[in-house]
């Protein structure tokens, strides 16, 4: 009798994760797993899919994420699970759900999140029991924010922590460690960590190397400082002895536009003998809380929500201020609090960034705003259609590369960001031809086309532009690391173990 399975997907153009050429294929996937790869049209299915023309890859990993209470909501996780991101990791700059208490009022950034109500999780084990109730429509991972620990413990914000205040962030820190978080984020460029000096983050951050765990920061500074404030990032990561993620790495400001190569010198420099990666999203705008102190000369700002000025979401700042006849920068404090999409970022910069060995692919998407950034929706097929297919800044396999097996093995997610024998069967299916990103900044909220389907642990979970409803996310615990290697040592001993 032949042997069975629970889908047979055909003739596809298999992108294995790991950076080499494509090969034709069939897989077979069963019990949330691939079963086997290779020539399977005797095996015995209750559903086939056909591959022919279509590329299988591993399921996308966002590696950089603020989906920490929308995960917890299935129809805010479409804009994910629609572009083929299987898995998110959360809890990035600085702000993470868990473990948090919230005291008075929500500080910022953490309402980039939701609402004080939603903040439900004093524990970063209650968080994973509420992942796991929701059973999510992708698959979360998490890091713990730095200045989500802080508004747990300090009265004040804009100051240092005590000795005794560290002790205690430590404590939630390594709890939270043990419960499968992948590490520490920091955002020390917002105004609520800016008071955090170097020492108090490396206090925190040497609970990171008996464990495995990785730092990541949103850099205290992405303009005139960056090279000062990766200094500061690399030495903390170094003296804690845990591998360093610069989040969204860029050179805001066009002042800065033009030196992404001594900031890469400086990144290149970093990895000699270290564990140094970047992530980076394919657009030249950032999206954050509207901030007078990125309101500069030559930066077009939109705004994307305003509480006292809830009609004046999706107009630019300028416009605004000319009719109320204000400078942008009073025009800016009557609309706060605010969200806001600047485009400060020069498109050479952005592609030199795409292009580095160490660059994994992430979001940054905000969730919860009326007018998200497109990069919400579409980040992921602009890499593979304006960058690769269009542009051919660098090949498919290296591409899909960088959106599943480098992140994989960056963040320690077992079994995750490759197709192999016995890892888990995410995937999806898409048409190197016509994939795109259809989310503008005029019109974010559009799914992508050219994506046929996309399976999570093996379910099928969407398909031709629109979600099956079935969910089947899981929570996933950073895996038990072995000793610190060099970034591109631990990809090297992941894909290594997938052969």
């Known amino acids: 009798m032949p042997p069975s399975c629970d889908t047979l997907i055909t003739d596809a153009s298999i992108v294995d994760g790991s950076g080499d050429p494509a090969y034709q294929g069939d897989v077979a996937l069963g019990d949330g797993r691939i079963l086997a790869i290779g020539a399977l049209r005797h095996w015995r299915s209750a559903v086939v899919q056909e591959g022919g023309g279509l590329v299988l890859a591993p399921g996308f990993i966002d590696a950089h994420a603020h989906d920490d209470l929308a995960v917890l909501d299935a129809q805010l996780t479409w804009p994910k699970l629609s572009q083929g991101i299987t898995t998110v990791i959360v809890g990035n700059c600085g702000i993470s759900a868990a473990p948090v208490t919230v005291r008075d009022s929500l500080p910022e950034p953490l309402n980039l999140l939701g609402e004080a109500r939603e903040f439900a999780f004093p524990t970063f084990r209650s968080y994973v029991a509420a992942i796991k109730d929701a059973v999510p429509a992708v698959n979360v991972a998490a890091l713990v924010g730095h200045t989500s620990l802080r508004q747990n413990h300090l009265d004040r914000l804009d100051r240092p922590a005590s000795a005794r205040e560290i002790a205690l962030m430590r404590e939630q820190l390594d709890d939270a460690l043990a419960d499968g978080a992948l590490g520490l984020s920091t955002g020390l460029a917002y105004a609520n960590a800016k008071g955090a000096p170097e020492s108090e983050v490396l206090a925190l951050a040497r609970s990171l190397s008996p464990v495995g765990g990785l730092y990541a920061t949103h850099l205290r500074d992405e303009a005139d400082s960056i090279l000062t404030a990766i200094d500061e990032a690399v030495r903390t990561s170094r003296q804690a002895g845990a591998a360093l993620v610069i989040s969204h790495l860029k050179c805001a400001g066009v002042a800065n536009w033009g030196r992404i190569r001594e900031v890469l010198g400086a990144l290149d420099h970093a990895r000699c003998g270290h564990p140094v990666g970047c992530d980076c999203y394919p657009y030249a705008a950032s999206s954050s809380l509207l901030d007078l102190d990125q309101i500069a000369d030559g930066i077009d700002i939109g705004i994307t929500w305003s509480i006292p000025h809830p009609e004046l979401g999706g107009q630019r700042l300028s416009d605004i201020a000319a009719r109320w006849q204000v400078a942008d920068r009073t025009a ?168």
């Open 332 to 499: 800016a404090s009557r609309l706060q609090p605010a969200g806001a999409v600047y485009h400060c970022m020069d498109e050479d910069d952005v592609r030199a960034v795409l292009c580095h060995p160490a660059t994994a692919i992430g979001t940054d998407g905000l969730p919860r705003d009326p007018r998200p950034h497109p990069r919400l929706w579409g980040a992921f097929p602009r890499v593979l259609a304006r960058y690769c297919r269009d542009e051919r800044l660098f090949t498919l396999p290296q591409a899909v590369h960088r959106m599943t097996g480098l992140p994989a093995a960056r963040f320690g997610l077992a079994d995750r960001g490759v197709i192999r024998v016995g890892a888990w069967a995410d995937l999806v299916l898409f048409d190197p031809s016509t994939i795109k990103d259809c989310a503008t900044y005029a019109h974010p909220q559009q799914p992508a086309d050219g994506i046929s389907a996309v399976y999570v642990n093996g379910v099928l979970s969407a398909a031709q532009r629109r979600a099956t409803g079935c969910r089947a996310g899981r929570f996933l615990p950073r895996a038990r690391s072995a000793p610190m290697l060099t970034d591109s040592a631990v990809v090297a001993a992941h894909l290594g173990s997938a052969s």
